[in-house]
């Protein structure tokens, strides 16, 4: 079993930061890219929308929209991704969940993970 638990959402004024972290736990050989999806309110028929995603290197790239305001790093160490969030907007306002390709200790077969979802709000 993998899990991955998403900590760090809350309320925050627009222009406010938040950061949030992800952690990948249990029978874990590698993890290998990792990333932050969003889903807006009253869309829950809305496919998941990419925020930012990082290599097993570090390589990144980010949605348009958060460019220049975001931040998504890693530590390889602990199975852990970050998402620093600067300067947000009332827009950001989202469930944010955390996603992780992962090759597991007992089968050496890589598949696709999702955490639970923390939820960040920026008022206006």
């Known amino acids: 079993q993998v899990q991955l638990v998403e900590s760090g959402g809350g309320l925050v004024q627009a222009g406010g930061s938040l950061g949030l972290s992800c952690a990948a736990s249990?029978?874990?050989?590698?993890?290998?890219?990792m990333a932050w999806y969003r889903q807006a309110p009253g869309n829950p028929g809305k496919q998941r929308e990419l925020?930012?995603?990082?290599?097993?290197?570090?390589?990144?790239n980010y949605a348009d929209s958060v460019k220049g305001r975001f931040t998504i790093s890693r530590d390889n160490a602990k199975n852990t991704v970050y998402l620093q969030m600067n300067s947000l907007k009332p827009e950001d306002t989202a469930v944010y969940y955390c996603?992780?390709?992962?090759?597991?200790?007992?089968?050496?077969?890589?598949?696709?993970?999702w955490g639970q979802g923390t939820q960040v709000t920026v008022s206006s």
């Open positions: 925020v930012a995603r990082i290599t097993s290197d570090s390589m990144t």
């Open positions: 996603n992780a390709d992962i090759t597991t200790l007992s089968t050496r077969i890589t598949y696709n993970y």
């Open positions: 249990g029978n874990i050989f590698r993890t290998h890219g």
